[in-house]
């Protein structure tokens, strides 16, 4: 069955529609990625179908963000994000799988069960926004809506072989996503094609009064202005190769010397050592992760647990059978770095780092236009390898620094390795997203006319 791309979904007419949403219900009701979860709600009957993540509000929708504590919860109003779609004649349909409150980078920690890679069923499809992933991939969504903290959509865009944009912080409106952590979170899309993620995110970007953290910009306008054409100085960070395994490094390789063949500019860069930017960023997220979760006890938020007999035995219980172990893991250690005795020597030393971080970003983008990295140091590994929750953390040293800095990137697939896709992310300044969708698109197709 053939899925068209966003953009070509754009020139249906209503019965058009129609069918391509007749389509879509037969195929996720035959496929076995469990990429969604829930009834398969429609939205808007007269509106694309755009598949949305399950920590993004949708006014009358069930929203759990893939918790035990939440099942059940209906959403009172639309994200932003949502209402910005309707705007541009797209609307959700179905709520994709997540790791639990978009603590993760397998999708496996969901309430609901993991969702399986469309390219191998034994393969993680990648975290937070696997399941928003998975079915763009796998043929059962033309696009989907992800969130991204620490590199929930780059990482499965990449694992499974789509695009994926993380936009500069305050780009969209966070006003209706479920906080993980406040500072770090931004909604972005989940595409087959470079054309479609720009699309898709005109049609969510722009300033929203709702949001004290929106930027103070209209809605773009990249779709129209894509130009594949531009040459550009791209920076490269061959240290940070060092994590990488030896089919991502010739990847990278790879997607340098293209870039070079076709007239831009290739500079070597250094960045701070990953081992400071992981410390930093787990520092911060949990904190705040303790700190927005505290909501969720069963009085404000939160299915009640029963047989209690004072109000500590209420928390105590609600919370021990509502959230999952990496959720408590990271509430643990959150509050642990916001205590008294360790505020100054864990939090601030981290809001210290994190500082240092954006400031060799800026530095290196004042000198080029984007920077080249991969996303991952592997492809997508199997659930039978599922890793230590320190080594998970790991997976993430190539796109955490992003959210720390604010800053956009945009994930591509450049090629495969025994099957599995390989992605690699361009980084650039605030702000600049057209700058890394022409660069996206001119690589894209550079990409194809080497196969």
Known sequence: MYIPTLQEALKLDKDGIRELKANLTQAIKQSNLNAYVGDLQDYNKECLPIAIKDNINVKGWEITCASKILQGYIAPYNATAIENLAKHKMAPFGRTNMDEFAMGSTTASSCYGKTLNPKNPSKVPGGSSGGSAAAVAGGIAIAALGSDTGGSIRQPASFCGCVGLKPTYGRVSRYGLVAYSSSLDQIGPITQNITDCAILFDAISGYDKMDSTSANFSSTNTYENLNAN????????????????????????????????????????????????????????????????????????????????????????????????????????????????????????????????????????????????????????????????????????????????GLPALSLPVGESEGMPIGMQLIGAAFEEQKLLDLGLNLENLIKESL
């Open 230 to 405: 531009r040459k550009m100085r791209i920076a490269i960070l061959p240290s940070l190769l060092k994590d990488a395994d030896k089919n991502i490094q010739d990847a990278y390789q790879k997607s340098i010397d293209l870039l070079s063949a076709n007239g831009h500019t290739i500079v070597e860069k250094e960045m701070l050592d990953t081992s400071y930017i992981i410390a930093a960023y787990y520092v911060i997220c949990t904190a705040e992760a303790s700190s927005n979760l505290a909501r969720f006890d069963g009085v404000r938020y939160g299915n009640r647990a029963e047989n209690v007999n004072n109000l500590k035995e209420l928390y105590l219980k609600t919370r021990s059978q509502g959230f999952g172990d990496e959720v408590k893991r990271r509430i643990l250690l959150g509050s642990f770095v916001l205590s008294s005795g360790y505020y100054d020597a864990y939090y601030i030393k981290a809001q210290k780092v994190r500082t240092l971080i954006a400031r060799q970003y800026n530095e290196i983008l004042k000198d080029c236009d984007a920077i080249l990295s991969p996303v991952a140091p592997s492809t997508a590994f199997g659930f039978d390898e599922c890793k230590t929750p320190l080594q998970m953390y790991l997976e993430d040293i190539y796109t955490i620094g992003v959210n720390l800095a």
